[in-house]
Structures are given as structure tokens and as C-alpha cells.
């Protein structure tokens, strides 16, 4: 079944750079990865989605390895408002299942 | 354009109760899923609906829970006699009219979410 693996958590210094890394060694070849994040219990807000390319966005860069096994999610430049959990996210082949994971609980100190 | 809208915003019912969820997607968008929350977890999906059908529901416990997605107004997640264990946050989410098939490009908008209590 599909599975994503994050770690737990991170903290990252206000205006630096966030590097969010997620394993999804089971992604099937035509599935997009998702990341999402979660700030305090609200529902989650989209960030960003790839398949094989690295996207970029006002939010945020996804870097996607070519084997398609992990990705990691940029915040360029981290700001106090980022703090929240970050959700990498894929798709159950064949189905319309989204697997969301546990996540990574992003601190962002001043 | 008004965003995803769930009600209600919280619920208590005590055990052996009903509990009724609903979730207005936004407009425009005719797919809604819904996921529950326990503290400190993910998101696990339940159910994914479009207008009148039941496309996925293998996230859905096999008793007590049923959703549905009528012609005319909101999604509705029910929980029948409500045990301790359903307390948890319910999220729905909704997205446009996906393209052909499965492997295509799917954002979806979340609503605030239910925060169901159980006494």
C-alpha cells in the first residue's frame, strides 16, 4: 500500500531555509506527490504537487529525486507564520485514497 | 467565492447517539472526500463522493458510518450510536471535476473542519 515516512519534527531559524524531506518509495510511476500543511487543528492548506520535475511556486520548491522514491519540500525563506505540521501526501494507485502520514511538525524559532 | 463550510463547527453527543456532519463544497466543485482526525496523527481518508454515487469508501468503517452526496445540498458524514473512539476531527475536502480517469493532477480545498466529542 502506498506510505509516506517523514520525520516527526524540525526547527528552522526565521529566514532561512526549510528543507522538509518525505519518503515515498512506494509511489506508483503515475502518481503526483502532494504536500499540504496543517497550522494549528485548521484544515490543511495546499502547498504544492509534482510528478517527476521540480516544481516551484510562491509558496515553495519541491524537489523530486529521479527515482521518484523521496522529495523535499523548500520554504525558501521560513517565516513565524510557517510554523505548522507538513503533510507529504500521495495516492493509492488505482483508487482515490490519499494517504496523508503522520507528518512533520515544523517550528519556526525567532 | 466562499470556501469550504462544515457544520457544525463542534458536536458532543453522548455514546449510542447520532452524530450528522455536513459539508458544503465550494462552488462549483462536485467531488467531496471526507478524513478523520485523531490527536497528534494524520489525516486517514474515509470516503470519496461525487454527486449522487459513492465512488471510494475504503476508508469507511464497515458499521456505523455512511456518507452521502445528494443532487441538491450538502454532503452528510453519519455516525450512527457513536462510541468514545469516534471523538476526532472530521475534515471534508472538495475539487473540481477531476479530468479522465485516475492519474491527473487532484487539489482539493479543506473545509474547517468537525470536532466531535463523545461522553
Known amino acids: 500500500d502506498a506510505k509516506t515516512t517523514q520525520p516527526p519534527s524540525m526547527d528552522c531559524a526565521e529566514g532561512r531555509a526549510a528543507n522538509l524531506p518525505c519518503n515515498h518509495s512506494t509511489i506508483s510511476g503515475n502518481e503526483y506527490v502532494y504536500w499540504y500543511r496543517q497550522i494549528h487543528s485548521q484544515g490543511p492548506q495546499y502547498i504544492i504537487h509534482g510528478l517527476k520535475n521540480n516544481e516551484t511556486n510562491e509558496m515553495a520548491s519541491l524537489i523530486i529525486t529521479e527515482d521518484r522514491k523521496s522529495s523535499t519540500l523548500i520554504l525558501p525563506h521560513a517565516t513565524l507564520r510557517d510554523t505548522a505540521v507538513y503533510y507529504c501526501?500521495?495516492?493509492?494507485?488505482?483508487?482515490?485514497?490519499?494517504?496523508f502520514g503522520t507528518g512533520t511538525r515544523l517550528k519556526v524559532l525567532a | 467565492n466562499a470556501g469550504v463550510m462544515q457544520n457544525p463547527r463542534h458536536l458532543v453527543r453522548r455514546r449510542g447517539q447520532e452524530a450528522r456532519l455536513r459539508c458544503s463544497p465550494m462552488k462549483g466543485h462536485s467531488h467531496v472526500y471526507w478524513y478523520r482526525q485523531l490527536p497528534e496523527e494524520g489525516l486517514k481518508f474515509m470516503v470519496y463522493l461525487q454527486k449522487e454515487n459513492i465512488i471510494d469508501e475504503s476508508g469507511m468503517p464497515k458499521e456505523r458510518f455512511s456518507a452521502e452526496f445528494p443532487k441538491e445540498g450538502p454532503s452528510i458524514l453519519r455516525i450512527q450510536q457513536v462510541v468514545r473512539g469516534d471523538s476526532a476531527a472530521y475534515f471534508c475536502?472538495?475539487?473540481?471535476?477531476?479530468?479522465?480517469?485516475?492519474?491527473?493532477?487532484?487539489?482539493?480545498?479543506f473545509g474547517p473542519g468537525t470536532r466531535l466529542t463523545v461522553l
Open positions: 475536502a472538495s475539487s473540481p471535476q477531476a479530468g479522465p480517469g485516475l492519474a491527473t493532477y487532484n487539489e482539493q480545498f
Open positions: 501526501i500521495v495516492r493509492v494507485s488505482g483508487t482515490y485514497k490519499y494517504i
